[in-house]
């Protein structure tokens, strides 16, 4: 027997098999469903994987018609829906049969389905020519000025000194994995900086990094690279201007709320004039290509108040905007402040997502990247939304997973991929930066014998 946190409760017999039932109730009232009811077309109970997903279905439907509520991934749980999509469509399967085999077998509604099908093809029309067989690079840079109450992410607000310790660290890494891949012959196709906030670092701690990467790297091949500012309280004239020196063409800013109280409120120390300055100085120095991420559900926000936002940064122009969802993980402060935040948020979160979708395609934006996390308010999704011809690659194949992936710093998860057998596997640096710093010897051997020792 199962019991759920909540006011319902699942009974099904540990037996399982296929001619059982099982009961769910909610709030005193019991159904009754009959596994053998659930089957998708042709499966058979002798496969694990097929009375799983029975059962899955019959507890669905079960609270579906207790509840008069229907999830809109129905019982699809993965964190990377695309994949699947994208590997039904190299099958052979048409967009079509596609579309009607999610909604069958994964119960998803037809929003949640047709927005998996446009992201696809999206992806297919702006970015299938640009890719190549070479490798991604993630850089991480593991501090912030502050901590955001929903962070769960390997983000420090730095100490003195420490920036310059865990760069130390980083240049050894950077000298490792540069001259293992010249030895190999592998490539980069691009490159992305990320973290925490990557512009934590003073100009001059970037322009330095910068250097080391740009002549530690053999960037002759790179389409992409990019800086995440994320912070605009970071962002300065002068650092815009270290990144537009390396002829560096894409950054995100992001704002998550333009609005003075929810900023307060999440922890960060910025105001929202702040980020219409940021905005206009990248756009002064001559970034070309901006991103900006939004939370929908952000505490406190009615759905008018995400809807100004939108608006707001809509009226900026940027090239990609990426609409989240909030995702409340056990590390994060506001869950530990407001356990039940998740449950209580849901439908308000829905009518946001649902307007951003549709003010992001009447402005021309289409989604081109989604993927969903656990804990996500609401089981909902993050889209990531470009203006054609924008998109940005490393986060198409960091969501596909068929490229090497090399992580460097701490807490980078380096993902090999073998395409004879269309697997990953991975090795991951240690998220602590103090442990990285003190590990580093080992970081390295780890991506050697993960990416380098059986390189063909
Ligand atoms: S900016 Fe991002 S990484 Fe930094 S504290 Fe906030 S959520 Fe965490």
């Not at 994208?86 to 596609?98: F, T």
């Not at 756009?283 to 952000?298: F, Q, R, S, W």
């Not at 608006?311 to 900026?316: L, Y």
């Not at 640096?429 to 103090?434: A, K, L």
Request: glycine share 6%; proline share 4%.
């Amino acid at each position: 027997m199962f019991v759920p946190k909540g006011n319902y409760e699942i009974t099904v017999d540990e037996a399982l098999d296929n001619s059982q039932s099982f009961s769910v109730v909610f709030e005193k009232e019991e159904v009754s469903r009959k596994i053998e009811d659930f089957y998708y077309k042709g499966e058979r109970p002798e496969d694990i994987k097929a009375l799983k997903n029975a059962v899955k279905r019959g507890i669905f439907d079960a609270f579906s018609g207790l509840t008069g509520k229907s999830l809109p991934w129905g019982i699809l749980t993965g964190v990377k829906p695309v994949k699947i999509v994208r590997e039904l469509y190299q099958k052979g399967r048409s967009l079509e049969e596609i579309f009607d085999y999610m909604k069958e077998y994964y119960l998803l509604n037809d929003d949640k389905a047709g927005l998996l099908i446009e992201t696809l093809k999206n992806q297919y029309e702006q970015s299938s020519e640009k890719s190549s067989d070479n490798v991604g690079i993630y850089l991480g840079i593991p501090f912030c000025p502050t901590r955001c109450v929903y962070c769960s992410f390997t983000a420090n607000v730095a100490k003195k000194g420490e920036i310059e310790r865990y760069l130390e660290a980083l240049y050894k890494e950077i000298e490792y994995v540069s001259s293992k891949m010249k030895e190999k012959g592998i490539m980069t196709e691009s490159f992305y900086i990320g973290g925490g906030t990557p512009t934590t670092l003073s100009a001059e701690q970037l322009d330095d990094l910068l250097n080391r990467i740009f002549s530690s790297f053999d960037m002759s091949r790179c389409m992409e690279f990019t800086v995440e500012a994320g912070r605009p309280d970071t962002i300065t004239r002068e650092k815009l201007e270290v990144i537009k020196k390396y002829g560096i063409k894409r950054i995100s800013i992001n704002p998550q709320s333009m609005n003075e109280k929810t900023l307060a409120a999440i922890g960060r120390l910025h105001s929202p004039q702040q980020i219409r300055e940021a905005y206009k100085l990248a756009k002064d120095v001559g970034i070309e290509l901006i991103n900006m991420d939004l939370i929908a559900g952000l505490p406190g926000e009615e759905p008018e108040d995400f809807k100004r936002t939108l608006d707001e940064v809509a009226a900026f122009d940027p090239a990609n905007i990426t609409i989240h969802t909030l995702a409340l993980k056990r590390a994060s402060k506001l869950k530990e402040e407001d356990s039940e935040f998740n449950y209580r948020e849901v439908e308000k979160l829905e009518n946001m997502v649902d307007v951003s979708r549709s003010v992001m395609e009447s402005l021309g934006y289409k989604p081109y990247y989604l993927y969903r996390q656990k804990y996500m308010v609401g089981n909902l999704e993050n889209i990531g939304y470009a203006k054609p011809g924008t998109e940005c690659l490393y986060n198409i194949k960091t969501m596909d997973e068929r490229q090497t992936m090399i992580a460097l710093g701490a807490g980078g998860i380096s993902k090999r991929y073998y395409p004879g057998e269309n697997r990953i596997e991975r090795a991951a640096n240690v998220s602590n930066y103090e442990i990285y710093i003190e590990r580093i010897d080992e970081m390295l051997e780890r991506k050697n014998q993960l990416i380098f020792a059986n390189w063909q």
